[in-house]
């Protein structure tokens, strides 16, 4: 060991909260400039984020209204062998935040469709958005799909008419044509009358 203003130097890293081998607790992050804590847990990052121990992709809930999926601060995740979901599904890409707002690791699936494990849910502060030549290509894709969708939604719903607005046109169209089908009617009902009456008297004379 070699000691440096009151630090414990392990290699290349320093430790202030440690004492001669003695834990005396944790100093916070704004006095310990280690990117990595003597017990394995990453305290900080830069450049290429590498999962640890500590990284426990948390069970995911549903739908997050936050922005993370196109933040500069979600960055992907190194993992060095494998990493498996809360439920034991086996995960090929896994993405964390690097200013550590998430509960844990998030999958490349559940950040692309508003999932991230956000400890405070909604808006955040912190958000930097990336710019179009920078968004990861599954968002561009993803990003595409969902206005294809929308496209074809508004679609279906222009062909399908509300029930105010029945088939064919609006319901004062609906109404005109009732009442030129009920007039026709009566006319053909007049016609009949007309030529019974006729065939009556023929007969009668």
Not at 82 to 93: C, D, K, Q, V
Not at 149 to 161: D, E, F, G, I
């Amino acid at each position: 060991m070699v000691w440096m203003s009151g630090c414990e130097t392990v290699g290349e890293r320093r430790f202030p909260c440690l004492d001669g081998h003695r834990y005396e607790g944790c100093v916070g992050l704004e006095l310990c400039s280690a990117e990595r804590c003597w017990n394995g847990r990453r305290l900080r990052s830069s450049g290429l984020v590498r999962a640890d121990a500590f990284d426990k992709p948390p069970r995911v809930q549903g739908y997050v209204g936050s922005g993370c999926g196109n933040c500069r601060h979600a960055v992907d995740l190194q993992v060095d062998g494998e990493l498996r979901s809360a439920g034991g599904r086996r995960i090929g890409r896994w993405t964390i935040c690097d200013l550590d707002l998430w509960e844990g690791p998030a999958s490349l699936y559940n950040l692309i469709n508003h999932r991230a494990p956000m400890k405070v849910p909604g808006p955040c502060p912190s958000f930097v958005d990336t710019p179009s030549e920078l968004m990861r290509p599954e968002i561009v894709r993803h990003r595409q799909v969902d206005r294809e969708r929308s496209q074809a939604r508004r679609l279906r719903r222009r062909r399908t008419p509300s029930p105010e607005q029945p088939r064919g046109g609006s319901l004062q169209d609906t109404q005109d044509r009732l009442r030129l089908r009920q007039r026709i009617d009566r006319d053909e009902e007049t016609q009949r009358d007309t030529r019974s009456s006729a065939a009556g008297a023929d007969r009668a004379a």
